[in-house]
């Protein structure tokens, strides 16, 4: 089991700037690619990036150009840069470890979130 903990969430305005951080512990040689989640109230989990061990990533349509993903294999670390920020984008956002299989992200550890809202 991988234990993953965020923080960075904070208020802030429209267009504006914010870096989520994720500090993993544990097994974590049991996962071969880690990710960002966000739930938005009233609705479902969703993906919104994805990193594998050899650093390759992947993003929602709804972020690609404004979002980063990166990780720092040597401090077991996991980045999300989060530039030009909509209202839309105020949620809940996890860190996950898990899998990169067949062209998906299974992901099989959970933190505990971390609350990013956008709001003027």
């Known amino acids: 089991q991988v234990q993953l903990v965020e923080s960075g969430g904070a208020l802030v305005q429209p267009g504006g700037n914010l870096r989520l951080s994720c500090v993993a512990s544990?097994?974590?040689?049991?996962?071969?690619?880690m990710a960002w989640y966000r739930q938005a109230p009233g609705k479902q989990r969703e993906l919104v990036a994805s990193?594998?061990?050899?650093?390759?990533?992947h993003y929602a349509d709804s972020v690609k150009g404004r979002f980063t993903i990166s990780r720092d294999k040597t401090k077991n670390t996991l980045d999300l840069q989060m530039n030009s920020l909509k209202p839309e984008d105020t949620a809940v956002f996890y860190c996950?470890?898990?899998?990169?299989?067949?062209?998906?992200?299974?992901?099989?550890?959970w933190g505990q979130g971390t609350q990013v809202t956008v709001s003027s």
């Open positions: 996950s470890g898990g899998l990169w299989s067949g062209g998906d992200y299974i992901g099989t550890d």
């Open positions: 990193i594998t061990n050899g650093g390759m990533a």
């Open positions: 544990g097994r974590i040689s049991s996962i071969n690619a």
